[in-house]
């Protein structure tokens, strides 16, 4: 089970190996989904409506936009940003799980409440969750402006990007949108956690299933705990994208329309007035194909991970290991 569990066998696993886990989970993971990441942020970022019905835009559709920028940009633009978005990966792996160990530790050493229990997974899923977005906005917004940009590119690498921003516009723009995406990366992270830890009490595989059955109830659990949270939170991610290619628009205006927003009130008035109350959910349908892969497989690779890890610690190094299990029997 995901969290700090009492009742788990064996020696319980430190804080730096659920962020080792976590780490791990979060960069295979970004291996996978990366493309639906790309396709979800163009999006996103489009004035225009989506409606192939009321062609407007570049992008009309999810096969559209895939075809689309294949064949302008090339099958490598479906991993445009991998590298920050990679290092987000596994930085926010590391601290979302991490933080998550310890305070559902905390729970149970300084509470009565039972720290497997699904409200106490929403708390300390959205904390921990926070604490993340905190540490590691500065590779989100970089991640998002590489999967925005066509070509010709504006920033050729990471370094480039990260000189050109600091010097152009200063420290705090790494820092754009972090308004929206803490008021809904709580919400977001809980319900992810919440429903992650009901679906798994519900779907209970047989035991002849074994280890394979497990890994599969993690993967089909994290799936649906995965689009649901996205559904309910989406569009303040939108909103956070919005914001985050804020003086980024050169690179952008070969995509149709571009505005510039004074921050998350205006970006919700100007979207509800051109784009209407539908505009607020542009990039649905690839976000929550990517929402169900992405939050799937992060809780099927962490549990892997943990479980390797767990067994190996478990493992009788010698005959006085032995012993001493004998004798604590």
């Known amino acids: ?86 290092l987000l990966s596994i930085c926010y792996g590391a601290v979302q799980f991490a933080t998550f160990e310890f305070l559902t530790k905390a729970v149970h050493d300084a509470t009565a409440f039972d720290s497997q229990t699904s409200g106490v997974h929403f708390l300390c899923g959205g904390l921990s969750a926070c604490s993340a977005t905190v540490v590691c906005q500065p590779l989100d917004t970089l991640r998002t402006r590489f999967a925005a940009q066509g070509e010709p590119k504006l920033y050729r690498n990471l370094t480039d990007g990260i000189r050109t921003m600091w010097s152009s516009e200063g420290a705090l723009t790494f820092y754009r949108g972090l308004s929206p995406v803490l008021i809904a990366v709580f919400p977001y992270a809980g319900l992810q956690f919440f429903f992650y830890n009901v679906f798994k009490r519900l779907l209970v595989p047989p035991p002849s299933a074994g280890k394979s059955g497990e890994n599969l109830r993690s993967l089909v659990c994290g799936s649906g705990a995965g689009m649901i949270s996205k559904t309910v939170t989406y569009p303040f991610d ?71 890890r767990r067994d190996l610690k478990n493992v009788p190094r010698n005959d006085d290991d032995l012993n001493k299990r004998a004798a604590g029997r």
């Open 1 to 86: 089970m995901v969290g700090y569990d009492p009742r788990t066998q064996g020696v319980p696993l430190s804080a730096q190996e659920a962020a080792l886990a976590g780490s791990a989970a979060g960069m295979v993971t970004r291996v996978l989904i990366s493309p639906l990441d790309v396709i979800k942020i163009r999006f996103q970022l489009q004035i225009e409506s989506l409606s192939s019905t009321r062609p407007g835009g570049k992008y009309t559709g999810l096969f559209q936009a895939a075809r689309c920028i294949h064949t302008e940009e090339g099958p490598t633009a479906f991993w445009k940003g991998h590298v920050p978005a990679q």
């Open 238 to 308: 939108l909103f956070k994208k919005r914001l985050q290619v804020g003086g980024f628009e050169e690179a952008r205006v070969h995509f149709g329309q571009v505005r510039r927003y004074r921050g998350l009130a205006d970006c919700v008035a100007q979207m509800a007035k051109e784009e209407g109350v539908r505009g607020f959910f542009k990039g649905l349908s690839p976000s929550l194909v990517k929402a169900a892969l992405s939050t799937g497989f992060t809780f099927f690779w962490y549990e892997v991970f943990l479980n390797v």
